[in-house]
């Protein structure tokens, strides 16, 4: 049988910038060095994918904290006839490979229990962060793609780091694996969907990014629905256009921030790389993609971070409105999260009212919108990265056929719900309870990102008016 590298035309991974070179036992989670291993022993290379599915089933079922209960878990499903699996090669990869390369350096779970961040070290010492996000009885990890970041978008506390350096696809899935491991290691339910939108810019490290995507989505190893994987990105064009033909059916969600290249390429640095119109053709080639497999649109969504006086203005969102008019796209409007840029750039949050105010217009020219009121910004700094994962992308509903612009709305609806049916009829939603503004255990940890991510999570629930 072919090996997973020709299966999925997978290349072979080149050193990763930035990084010292691996040294050690080689990791599980590294399918090339696991497959090579499968072979030298004798075994099909098929055997390292059969090493995979036991080891992810093991985690899944609870198989512990400790690397040993995992591997004898795994053991005991080798005797499950169906898995053609040989006892000794799950006890000569426990020998060989370590089955993490990466550890967990700190766990903080918020005080409502539906969030815990993982901050996760990698092999050379430098620290990343993942989230578990749990909701309704689905959890959503959201794991990071880079250290640092290169894009230095002004108002994001990973981009004052700089890029520092790029995961390899080994790294990316040993946060969905650690996370799994931890949750079900306390009877709560495995990750179903994943999310890049911890720390650092997706597809300015494509290969890695790709290359976890389809381990995600094969059904012989994480197994995660296709429409489960979602990949943030600031508007790397060329790239996005490369993930549109080579993963036609994961999400995407464009931080998008301003509606002119003007403005866009002063708070979103990228944009003089890969201007706005560029990024609107690849946009576009995106949704007709999605169009032709799926024969629907999804609800591509597009992420607006607000900052008072900057891109919150009306002449925005009439600029936005006309930029975005027709495109079967969901606006997520997100008030920023004042972090260290705001001392940096004097930026400010806008107030919810000037919030709602701006996502009424936005209704008003035909989009559909979801808003997010954030909480707990007096808490530390922060940057609201991960507060978008939490709800918005689980529950994105397919979107109706591309919308006609409407007439006005009734005041009463401001922002829309991303899982409610076509308008119209639209009628007025009595708000949701607001949830009590979740509290973080404290966590030490120097690392501005750490700071910033946490703080992140503290932001809360969609406000639906
Ligand atoms: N690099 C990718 C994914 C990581 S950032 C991207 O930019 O899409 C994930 C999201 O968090 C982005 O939409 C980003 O704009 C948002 N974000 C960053 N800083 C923020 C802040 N201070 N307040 C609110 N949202 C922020
Ligand atoms: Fe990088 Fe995304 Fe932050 Fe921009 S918002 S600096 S692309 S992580």
Redesign the pocket.
């Known amino acids: 049988m072919a090996t997973l590298q020709q299966q999925h035309n997978i290349e072979t991974m080149p050193p990763r910038r930035g990084r010292a070179p691996v040294t050690g036992k080689p990791a599980f989670f590294n399918i090339q060095q696991l497959e090579r291993f499968a072979v030298k022993r004798g075994f099909d290379a098929v055997v390292a994918q059969r090493l995979w599915r036991v080891v992810i089933r093991a985690l899944r079922d609870g198989g512990g904290e400790s690397d040993d209960e995992v591997w004898e878990r795994a053991s005991k499903y080798c005797i499950d006839g169906r898995q053609k699996l040989p006892k000794v090669a799950v006890e000569l990869a426990s020998q060989n490979f370590r089955l993490f390369s990466s550890k967990l350096a700190h766990v903080a779970e918020s005080k409502d229990t539906q969030t815990t961040k993982l901050v996760i070290e990698l092999r050379d010492g430098h620290r990343v962060e993942s989230v578990a996000m749990r909701h309704k009885s689905r959890t959503t990890v959201c794991v990071s793609?880079?250290i640092g970041?290169a894009?230095g978008?002004q108002?994001?506390?990973?981009?004052t780091m700089n890029l520092i350096g790029d995961l390899d696809t080994c790294e990316i899935l040993e946060q969905v694996a650690l996370i799994t491991r931890h949750e079900c290691a306390r009877s709560r339910p495995a990750p179903r969907n994943v999310v890049?939108?911890?720390?650092?810019?997706?597809?300015?490290n494509y290969q890695s990014v790709s290359a976890a995507v389809t381990h995600l989505c094969d059904p012989f190893h994480f197994a995660l629905r296709k429409k489960g994987v979602t990949?943030?990105?600031?508007?790397v064009a060329p790239a996005l256009k490369k993930l549109t033909r080579e993963h036609p059916e994961v999400r995407v969600?464009?931080?998008l921030?301003a509606p002119s290249q003007e403005l866009r390429a002063r708070i979103?640095p990228a944009a003089k790389q890969w201007p706005l119109h560029e990024l609107i053709e690849a946009l576009d080639d995106h949704l007709n993609s999605v169009s032709r497999h799926s024969g629907s649109h999804d609800g591509l969504m597009i992420?607006?971070?607000l900052l008072k006086g900057v891109n919150d203005r009306r002449e925005d969102a009439d600029q936005l409105i006309a930029l975005l008019r027709g495109k079967p796209v969901m606006l997520?409007l997100?008030?920023?999260?004042?972090?260290v840029?705001a001392t940096l750039h004097g930026?400010e949050?806008p107030s919810i009212e000037s919030c709602r105010a701006f996502g009424k217009v936005i209704i008003e020219g035909g989009l559909r919108v979801r808003l997010r009121e954030?909480f707990g910004q007096d808490i530390n700094a922060?940057?609201?990265?991960?507060?978008?994962?939490t709800k918005d992308i689980e529950d994105l509903a397919p979107a109706p056929p591309a919308p006609a612009p409407e007439p006005a709305v009734a005041s009463t609806s401001v922002v829309t719900d991303a899982t409610a049916p076509p308008p119209p009829p639209r009628k007025p939603r009595a708000p949701p309870p607001k949830p009590p503004p979740p509290q973080w255990t404290a966590l030490a940890t120097a690392s501005l990102a750490a700071a910033?991510l946490a703080a992140?999570l503290a932001?809360a629930a969609a406000v639906l008016r």
Do not use: D, K, R, W
């Open positions: 793609s880079q970041c894009m978008c108002f994001c506390a990973t981009g890049f939108m911890g720390m650092g810019e997706p597809l300015a990949v943030s990105t600031v508007g969600a464009l931080s921030h979103v992420e607006y971070v997520n997100i008030p920023y999260n004042p972090n840029t930026f949050a954030e922060a940057c609201g990265q991960l507060a978008l994962a910033a992140s932001a």
